[in-house]
């Protein structure tokens, strides 16, 4: 443990800087961007995670209980030793065909990295995993950028499981940019117009969605930090971040008030008080949509 303190504290420079990414990434011409995620996929594995690996095997996935046919799910694994894993920072697609991921699992040769906290509320592993090749010729695979990539994933990031998070967004973007799989025309990658009230009303209460709208203002109170998207805040759509967050020295969070009049993206999980709302955790989860200007 201590071990990873010290390598967390290492990375915190670094970070600053990558926590950014999402943030300007819209605002760089093309072949600056394509430039960016290019370097970031390059040190993916010296920047984000700890070196050190543990070694394991998967037994079988697991479906999460109350698991339905549309949305998105933890991806969690049993593996041989009896321990379950939590992929971390990924959701992934309710559609895609876990019989076939499975297949592709089982037995593999796995690396288990820390990135942040070590265990859940469930006591399952949070780790990022990278299946080991069994080729001199072929490079290993990081597991959760390889979904994201590919359109199978989505990205999270909470305050305590983030170092990868910006990474992993700039495979998500381009995935979304190219409509790589769920990202596709009738895929289960949808991200929800703010001004849309009667579909945020209906969406589940915890369920992870995506939002864009273009942001309104900003009110900044003693305990919360409202983002507002129309003049009815009692009843519009609303992300809501802890203004302690944005208080602290260390705090990575961008100028809020210089975003009013940019169209947004924000993901979390939804709850209804006031209206539709997004309790925004970490910088990772709000990023300048570059699809509208």
């Keep these: 443990m201590m071990n990873f303190l010290k390598f967390s504290l290492r990375l915190r420079l670094r970070l600053l800087i990558l926590s950014h990414i999402m943030l300007t990434l819209s605002l760089m011409p093309a072949h600056i961007k394509r430039t960016a995620a290019a370097d970031q996929n390059s040190i993916a594995q010296q920047t984000c995670f700890a070196p050190e690996a ?110 990868c998070a910006p990474i992993l967004l700039a495979a998500e973007r381009k995935a979304r940019l190219k409509k790589r799989g769920q990202w596709a025309e009738g895929g289960s990658f949808i991200i929800h117009e703010a001004s849309d009230l009667q579909t945020l009303n209906s969406l589940k209460q915890g369920s992870f969605h995506l939002v864009r709208g273009q942001l309104k203002a900003v009110a900044i109170k003693s305990r919360l930090t409202y983002l507002n998207f129309s003049d009815n805040w009692r009843k519009d759509f609303t992300a809501i971040i802890e203004s302690r967050l944005l208080r602290r020295k260390d705090s990575r969070w961008p100028k809020l008030k210089q975003l009013v009049g940019k169209n947004l993206i924000m993901r979390g999980w939804i709850d209804h008080w006031n209206g539709p709302m997004i309790r925004l955790e970490t910088p990772e989860m709000l990023m300048l949509d570059e699809q509208k200007k």
């Design 54 to 163: 543990e070694p394991a095997t998967i037994a079988k996935l697991i479906t999460p209980p109350n698991s339905s046919a549309s949305g998105t799910e933890n991806l969690v694994a049993q593996l041989k030793d009896q321990r379950k894993l939590l992929f971390a920072n990924i959701k992934l697609a309710k559609m895609s065909d876990k019989e076939i991921l499975n297949h592709q699992l089982k037995n593999k040769n796995l690396e288990l990295h820390a990135s942040g906290r070590l265990q859940d509320r469930h006591k399952r592993l949070l780790r990022q995993v990278v299946i080991k090749s069994n080729e001199a010729s072929e490079n290993d695979n990081w597991l959760q950028h390889s979904l994201v990539a590919k359109g199978s994933a989505l990205v999270y990031a909470l305050p305590t499981s983030y170092l």
